[in-house]
């Protein structure tokens, strides 16, 4: 089975722009307060995104492209959810909600950015709580358990959002640290 699949013809773009037509389908379902199939379609469409990487490097199809796509794509579906989050908690005018989402959202791109930036140069930058797939968990749970989701009486997502808020700025401050670090030992005693 294995093999077959990365002898088909499916590439890791495709399975990262299902990923990512999975995220704006939770975009939606978030607007249209369909929270819980809103979570199922956010976890199945990250779940893509862990995928296209990992069949980009099993089937050797991978290219310099596919990367850039594939990280630009993350980017993309996560502040697309959350902005449909923002939104739903604009509807309900709760302002300290909606301010949790943008720097959630800005966070989230600052931990990224703070990798990308450190591994540019040269200095290895995987560290701090607020990686991807914890972000991703954080989230669903968020939108699996919001309230009208139909499942147990719980509403987690606006403290996710806010979970997420703080997580992502802790993670991008530990990111600084680690490469302030890591610069200052490279360069060696002044």
Do not use: W
Not at 23 to 49: E, K, Q, T, Y
């Amino acid at each position: 089975m294995r093999s077959r699949l990365i002898e088909s013809r499916l590439t890791p773009n495709a399975i990262s722009l299902t990923g990512f037509t999975l995220n704006l389908a939770a975009a939606g379902l978030v607007v249209g307060r369909l929270f819980f199939l809103a979570g199922v379609a956010f976890i199945v469409g990250s779940v893509m995104d862990t995928l296209d990487g990992r069949y980009s490097r099993m089937s050797g199809k991978g290219t310099q492209f596919g990367a850039f796509l594939d990280s630009t794509l993350d980017r993309l579906e996560e502040g697309i959810v959350l902005t449909a989050v923002g939104a739903y908690f604009a509807s309900r005018h709760d302002q300290v909600a909606v301010a949790a989402v943008v720097a959630a959202v800005l966070g989230s791109l600052m931990v990224s950015y703070t990798r990308a930036r450190a591994e540019a140069l040269g200095v290895a930058c995987k560290v701090g709580l607020a990686t991807r797939p914890v972000r991703v968990v954080i989230l669903s749970a968020g939108l699996v358990f919001a309230k009208g989701a139909s499942l147990g009486h719980f509403e987690l997502l606006a403290p996710a959002v806010y979970v997420l808020a703080a997580l992502t700025v802790l993670t991008t401050l530990q990111r600084i640290a680690h490469v302030r670090k890591q610069l200052r030992a490279a360069a060696g005693p002044v």
